[in-house]
């Protein structure tokens, strides 16, 4: 038959004996666009060794030859990686690899349906075949005899086709015997082969979407709080886990709803567990700091034991540590390992969420490594727990950061948003030591460049302005949240937004050991109290403020919204007591406002654009305060009364 040659003979054959340690070279005689629900654009193939056809599937990292028209009807490809799965009863071939050999116009011989054929009329068939591919006519006759029979035997003597079967190459022969092992969860199994055993285990490299069974041992390197959440097919809940083989091979995983009820008690970080049955995906790039093209859901089916007997064969933690000065160069929004000196803590300060309109506590810490110092900014738990006292408790603290996300906020700067580790005993922390050594000790003696040269660092010694002048300079009109301005001036309040019906504050979680805490909640009836971010009812809740007031200088007026601490700072009393005093005393409680009217501050703002009624404006908020010293701005007025006599002095101007 015409180009018979070109195919693999028994090709197909092999494939239904889950034989994957060949490349055969195959006809497609059709291409068809299928969408799935979780995989989107998909393409189902007919592969053909010219005798027989076989259903197949492409794998997602193929598609671009369609899209190329490279791949299309009648093309001969090879089949470099591959795997054959029962998909709804069905023998369906998974082609994760291949390569396009030639353009053909047409089909191949007249194959037959494969799943419909019996053994021993494939035997027949291929018997009756008098062409053969050139590597068999090369071969001596009782060679190609016997290589054409074990192929042929295959479906009826698997064991007869093995011991006729080369040695798989290297590259090949793990995913070979990964994919051609008995399914050890869907079978009874030998004493020794259960869930429970070590047997079998395979390395987290190995997973991809197209194994119907698998097992990974690894242990948990970092496990999250439940997050709850809100779209179309209603709410739910999740939690995410980050994993780690023996081999250094990470993976991100995942459970929602009944199934993050019922793991999320199981897993502890740097525990170790056996695990099988999940799901495996493609991950979602961008939203995790582990490098893994896929990701595991552990649905209801997975099943996860502890390894309690753990040999510490896995590390507790794998770094790639990024020299500081090195990161100018990372693009944004990727993520990096970092470990570094701490020069300066900041204090905690609150912000709304852009996102969910929740507060968010943060802080900011500036570290140093041998190359350059940077920001990097600790978010909610970690902003609280990582606090002056605990990181002055010893000179030069060492922090390793696992998983920063590289900002361009003031220059580059870092958000930790993974595991934070306190004087790690690793190399880096003792190169830092030595590093420290030679500079006497002392961290703040070393010459270093500043990446974090914009914003952030304008928040805390922001340029001194009057209202007229921020309004000038469009101060805040072109900045989003995150990009936004700062400067510092000098006002007093002259009004408070707040009546008996219009109180400034708001009524949140009082649950502050919760990850939920500091989040609204709205009246439940019965007195309850419900939090929509964690899905719980308590009996009580915590008012925290949101003030909104009018600051007024000498060149004119803006109107400032100041979160809870900054308002504390402003009024003298915290929410709670004003609440009470609104509830008992009302005249103590109009005396809070009013005490504080035509009082003068330091602001220091944070201007940035926002929409208001479809009309875009600039916002302010309180970013820190603190009382008026009449001494210290005595001392500032005079620096700018010289300022301006050399000025004039040089100008000339008599």
């Known amino acids: 038959m015409q180009h018979m040659h070109l195919l693999t003979n028994g090709a197909i054959a ?3 004996d889950n034989d994957t340690a060949f490349q055969p070279t195959l006809q497609v005689l059709d291409v068809k666009k299928i969408v799935t629900g979780q995989s989107g654009l998909r393409f189902r193939l007919v592969l053909s060794d010219g005798l027989f056809y076989l259903q197949g599937m492409l ?13 299309r009807k009648f093309s001969v490809i090879r089949l470099k990686e591959f795997v054959c799965n029962n998909i709804n009863g069905k023998k369906i071939c998974v082609v994760i690899q291949c390569e396009v050999v030639s353009q053909l116009g047409g089909g191949i011989g007249a194959p037959a349906n494969a799943l419909q054929t019996n053994p021993a009329q494939m035997q027949a ?40 079967r080369p040695a798989p190459p290297s590259n090949q022969q793990a995913f070979h015997q990964r994919n051609a092992a008995p399914n050890y969860f869907s079978q009874a199994q030998p004493h020794g082969q259960g869930m429970g055993s070590e047997d079998s285990i395979q390395p987290v490299s190995s997973l991809n979407p197209y194994q119907n069974s698998w097992k990974i041992k690894v242990r948990c390197t970092q496990k999250e709080n439940f997050k709850y959440y809100h779209n179309q097919k209603g709410e739910g809940k999740l939690f995410g886990l980050d994993f780690l083989d023996k081999d250094g091979t990470e993976i991100r995983a995942v459970a929602f ?14 525990g170790v567990y056996l695990i ?68 300066d803590v900041g204090p905690i300060t609150t912000i709304l969420s852009s996102k969910t309109q929740k507060e968010l506590k943060r802080r900011n810490l500036k570290i140093a490594d041998q190359t350059a110092k940077i920001d990097i900014t600790l978010w909610s738990a970690d902003a609280e727990s990582f606090d002056e006292e605990k990181l002055n408790q010893r000179e030069n603290t060492i922090l390793a950061f696992k998983g920063c ?43 270093l460049t500043e990446l974090t040269t914009g914003a952030r660092t304008v928040s805390q010694n922001a340029q001194r302005l009057t209202f007229g002048e921020a309004k000038d300079m469009d101060l805040g009109m072109k900045a989003n949240r995150k990009d936004a301005a700062f400067f510092t001036v000098v006002a007093s309040i002259t009004t408070v937004a707040q009546s008996t019906d219009r109180k400034p504050w708001y009524e949140a979680n009082p649950d502050q050991n919760s990850d939920a805490k500091n989040a609204k909640v709205t009246p439940a009836g019965d007195g309850k109290w419900l939090c929509e971010k964690n ?14 007031f009018c600051a007024t200088d000498f060149t004119g007026n803006i109107w400032l919204t100041a979160f809870n601490e900054n308002a504390e700072k402003i009024l003298g009393k915290t929410a709670v007591e004003a609440e009470n005093l609104l509830n008992t005393d009302s005249n103590a ?31 302010y908020d309180v970013h820190a305060v603190a009382p008026c010293d009449p001494g210290q701005e005595s001392e500032k007025l005079i620096e700018k009364i010289q300022l301006l006599q050399n000025l004039k002095l040089n100008s000339g101007i008599p």
């Open 14 to 16: 092999r494939m239904l």
């Open 59 to 71: 794998a997602s990292q193929c598609t671009d030859l369609v899209n190329a028209s490279d791949l």
């Open 125 to 164: 068939s291929m018997s009756s075949s008098a062409q053969q591919p050139p590597q068999q006519q090369q071969q001596p006759p009782a060679a190609a005899h016997a290589q054409q029979h074990g192929a042929a035997q295959g479906r009826m003597n698997p064991m007869a086709q093995n011991q006729n």
């Open 257 to 270: 709803n009944e199934a993050a009820e019922k793991f999320f008690p199981i897993f502890e970080k740097n």
């Open 276 to 343: 099988s049955k999940g799901q495996v995906r493609l991950a979602r790039k961008g939203f995790s700091h582990v490098k893994n093209d896929y990701s595991i859901t552990l649905n209801m089916d997975a099943q996860v034991i502890p390894v309690h007997h753990d040999n510490n064969e896995i590390e507790t933690q794998k770094y790639k540590f990024v020299q500081i000065a090195d990161i100018q160069r990372v693009e944004p929004k990727s993520f990096v390992d970092v470990i570094g000196v701490v020069m």
């Open 405 to 447: 996300k590289v900002s361009e906020f003031g220059g580059r700067s870092l958000s930790a948003s993974g595991f934070i580790d306190f004087h790690p005993d690793r190399p880096e922390t003792r190169q830092l030591l030595a590093w420290l050594s030679s500079n006497g000790g002392n961290i703040q003696n070393a010459q």
């Open 535 to 548: 899905g719980k009812t308590y009996n009580s809740y915590l008012p925290r403020y949101i003030l909104r």
């Open 589 to 619: 409680y109009e005396e809070i406002f009013k005490a504080v009217q035509f009082k003068k501050f330091v602001f220091t703002c944070k201007a940035y654009s926002d929409v208001w009624e479809d009309s875009q404006r600039v916002r």
